[in-house]
T-cell receptor, first 110, second 115 residues
Framework: ELKVEQNPLFLSMQEGKNYTIYCNYS?????LYWYRQDPGKSLESLFV?????AVKQEGRLMASLDTKARLSTLHITAAVHDLSATYFC??????????FGAGTILRVKS | EAQVTQNPRYLITVTGKKLTVTCSQN?????MSWYRQDPGLGLRQIYY???????DKGDVPEGYKVSRKEKRNFPLILESPSPNQTSLYFC??????????????FGPGTRLTVT
């Protein structure tokens, strides 16, 4: 059974600082997704990572995938308040479903 | 505009009163799925459908039913809701096959409270 673990679950950081959210998963998969959720809102797709070594960047966020280590990271560079949200990683389990991590609540303080 | 829609967005009901949450997508996607979101648990899949008349259980199907009679619609039915089904529900859809990344697109969510 595929399990997905995110850490940290809560992250409070100062504006301008860098930090990384980790997503570990338990069985082989080569599709991993990062989503953002604002309070009371739906999930917004951030990154789709489809192969080992994949790296995607958008603004202050960069995501990478290491399928051998079963690890993805979401790196935040020079955080700004607008990045405050909950971030989920989700791993494709044989094409039939996504298995989600518990989410990381990010609060960026000015 | 390409989108997944859900109705209603908010619903308060009583134990045992049957309800249906509708989901519709206009992207001609084969795959559709229902998730529930509970604090600290992320999203968990309830049911999914790979195409018309093809549905299957996810991780937490107990107490729910679905149907897929048309490609665009995938309603979630709670025949006898109970308080432990109080949750935030999301419908999602995805293309399958070819060069698809299988990325799922989510609806706006339905917040259900069962008293």
């Amino acid at each position: 059974e595929l399990k997905v673990e995110q850490n940290p679950l809560f992250l409070s950081m100062q504006e301008g600082k860098n930090y990384t959210i980790y997503c570990n998963y338990s069985t082989t998969s080569d599709r991993l997704y990062w989503y953002r959720q604002d309070p009371g809102k739906s999930l917004e797709s951030l990154f789709v990572l489809l192969s080992n070594g994949a790296v995607k960047q958008e603004g202050r966020l960069m995501a990478s995938l290491d399928t051998k280590a079963r690890l993805s990271t979401l790196h935040i560079t020079a955080a700004v308040h607008d990045l405050s949200a909950t971030y989920f990683c989700a791993v494709d389990d044989s094409g039939n479903k996504l298995v989600f991590g518990a989410g990381t609540i990010l609060r960026v303080k000015s | 505009e390409a989108q997944v829609t859900q109705n209603p967005r908010y619903l308060i009901t009583v134990t045992g009163k049957k309800l249906t949450v509708t989901c519709s997508q206009n992207m001609n996607h084969e795959y559709m799925s229902w998730y529930r979101q509970d604090p600290g648990l992320g999203l968990r899949q309830i049911y999914y459908s790979m195409n018309v008349e093809a549905t299957d259980k996810g991780d937490v199907p107990e107490g729910y039913k679905v149907s897929r009679k048309e490609k665009r619609n995938f309603p979630l039915i709670l025949e006898s809701p109970s308080p432990n089904q109080t949750s935030l529900y999301f419908c999602a859809s995805s293309p399958l096959g070819g060069t698809s990344s299988y990325e799922q697109y989510f609806g706006p969510g339905t917040r259900l409270t069962v008293t």
